[in-house]
């Protein structure tokens, strides 16, 4: 099955500055890779996704970039600010799977 | 559009009793509907995906007789957690797909179970 592996499990950075989270899967046939946040005691949302036939995707100041070949996706966050605070989560799907999620980045937006 | 409801938001029981928790799509038809579990501190965990009218399949690991899951309709999915113990307490989110062939999972606000 497929196995995402996500990195760093928890980044600080100062408000204003930009953060980077980064995913690698292992399934070669997964076609799909969305990118959610949770805060606390709530249910994940979705904040961008790409396809497999696509490398970069952008939505303001949150951009998600995808290598096929070294299987590995990351998420840009761009001016960073206090609500972006949260935990956030890759994940990755094959067309016949539901999603393998990776473990998490908790992000520390310091004012 | 595409919101998804589930029922209860918590619930607390005692260990040996079985619980039912229900995930509704409330404006669209469903035609998958995913279950996840997921520890403090930790990430979602696939337990089972539901396709309407057809039998769960179960991810590695867990027990289909113990997690039992009905998707009677293209709106409401049931998975029932039987005889349940202490380590089944946890939070558990559904999800749910519109369209064949479309990726988007739209996640229910989740249930927090605690068994006593």
């Known amino acids: 099955g497929e196995n995402v592996e996500q990195h760093p499990s928890t980044l600080s950075v100062q408000e204003g500055d930009s953060a980077v989270i980064k995913c690698t899967y292992s399934?070669?046939?997964?076609?799909?890779f969305p990118w959610y946040k949770q805060e606390l005691g709530k249910r994940p949302q979705l904040i961008i996704d790409i396809r497999s036939n696509v490398g970069e995707k952008k939505d303001q100041r949150i951009a998600v970039t995808l290598n096929k070949t070294a299987k590995h996706f990351s998420l840009h966050i761009t001016e960073t600010q206090p609500e972006d605070s949260a935990v956030y989560f890759c994940a990755a799907r094959n067309p016949a799977d539901g999603l393998t999620f990776g473990k998490g980045t908790h992000l520390i937006i310091q004012p | 559009g595409a919101v998804v409801s589930q029922h209860p938001s918590w619930v607390i029981c005692k260990s040996g009793t079985s619980v039912k928790i229900e995930c509704r799509s409330l404006?669209?038809?469903?035609?998958?509907m995913f279950w996840y579990r997921q520890f403090p501190k930790q990430s979602l965990m696939l337990m089972a995906t539901?396709?309407?009218?057809?039998?769960?399949?179960?991810e590695q690991g867990v027990e289909k007789d113990k997690f039992l899951i009905n998707h009677a309709s293209l709106t409401l999915s049931t998975l029932t957690v039987t005889s349940a113990h202490p380590e089944d307490s946890s939070f558990y989110i559904c999800?749910?797909?519109?369209?064949?062939?479309?990726?988007?999972?739209?996640f229910g606000p989740g249930t927090r179970l605690t068994v006593l």
């Open positions: 999800s749910a797909t519109h369209r064949v062939g479309t990726d988007t999972q739209y």
């Open positions: 399934d070669s046939a997964s076609n799909y």
């Open positions: 404006d669209f038809q469903a035609t998958t």
């Open positions: 539901s396709n309407e009218g057809s039998k769960a399949t179960y």
